[in-house]
């Protein structure tokens, strides 16, 4: 019997430009918390994403990235795994939404909200 694996081939990486930096949460709350910030969480900054922009196009270039990288294209997926907790809509699957943008025909896709722990149970399920 021939077991299946998950293999990781390629990453890849996607932040938004938009840089806000903790002086922007020290101007709204009025007082000093970058200072925690940076002292107990190491947070210097963090990206957000444009008004126009859903969390597909946020995966769509980490996941362009990565094919690349692996020498392989969206037809070579064999499923689609999002970890998100703001997908783009509540029905369909942000999943779904980047297999058909990239052209990912033949993967199977679905999303999954575990917060925090994401990545770690997408790979574990993967």
């Known amino acids: 019997m021939k077991t299946r694996a998950a293999t ?4 890849g990486m996607y932040a938004p430009e938009r840089v ?3 002086q922007y949460f020290n101007d709204l709350y009025k007082k000093d918390i970058g200072k ?3 002292e107990q969480r190491n947070i210097h900054e963090r990206r957000w994403m444009k008004e ?3 969390t597909s196009d946020l995966i769509i270039p980490a996941a362009e990235e990565a094919m690349k990288n692996a020498g392989i294209t969206a037809k070579d ?4 795994i999002v970890s998100t907790d703001t997908p783009d809509y509540l029905s369909p699957s942000t999943a ?3 297999a058909y943008r990239m052209g990912a025909v033949n993967a199977g896709t679905y ?3 575990t917060a925090c722990a994401g990545f770690v149970v997408g790979c574990d399920i993967a």
């Not at 990781?8 to 990453?11: E, F, L, M, P, S």
């Not at 997926?77 to 689609?80: E, H, N, V």
């Open 52 to 54: 126009d922009q859903r």
């Open 111 to 113: 999303d999954i909200n």
């Open 8 to 11: 990781i081939v390629g990453t």
């Open 96 to 98: 779904s939404v980047v």
């Open 20 to 22: 806000i930096s903790n």
């Open 36 to 38: 925690f910030l940076v």
């Open 77 to 80: 997926l064999d499923l689609i």
